[in-house]
């Protein structure tokens, strides 16, 4: 069956940084939009950031931008988040989600156990 595998989750001072990694089997992550959601505690999940498939276009979260860089590696089969200048409201279970289609539309259909990142203040 379909895994996705986050790896990278921290705890870090702010304004440090870190980089989240999925790791896909049984799925392509250049075949479909690929994204990351965080879940704070309390708090609805929320979508981070996206990358479609057809032209890699990206797309973040208000809170995020200028801070986070999503990519992937197709011949790793990887799933990035590129996290800068954290902050302590970007502390939360973060996740990886892929979509059953090109350009993000819906709702993923798999999702990642999900990676933990704490920032401290």
């Known amino acids: 069956q379909v895994q996705l595998v986050e790896s990278g989750g921290d705890s870090v001072q702010a304004g440090g940084s870190l980089t989240l990694s999925c790791a896909a089997s049984k799925f392509t992550v250049s075949g479909a939009c690929m994204g990351w959601f965080r879940q704070a505690p309390g708090k609805d999940r929320e979508g981070v950031a996206h990358?479609?498939?057809?032209?890699?276009?990206?797309s973040y979260g208000d809170s995020v931008k200028g801070r986070f860089t999503i990519s992937r590696d197709n011949a790793k089969n990887t799933l990035y988040l590129q996290m800068n200048n954290l902050k302590p409201e970007d502390t939360g279970m973060y996740y990886c989600a892929a979509y059953d289609n090109m350009y993000c539309m819906g709702t993923p259909l798999y999702w990642g156990q999900g990676t933990q990142v704490t920032v401290s203040s």
């Open positions: 990358i479609d498939s057809g032209r890699s276009t990206t």
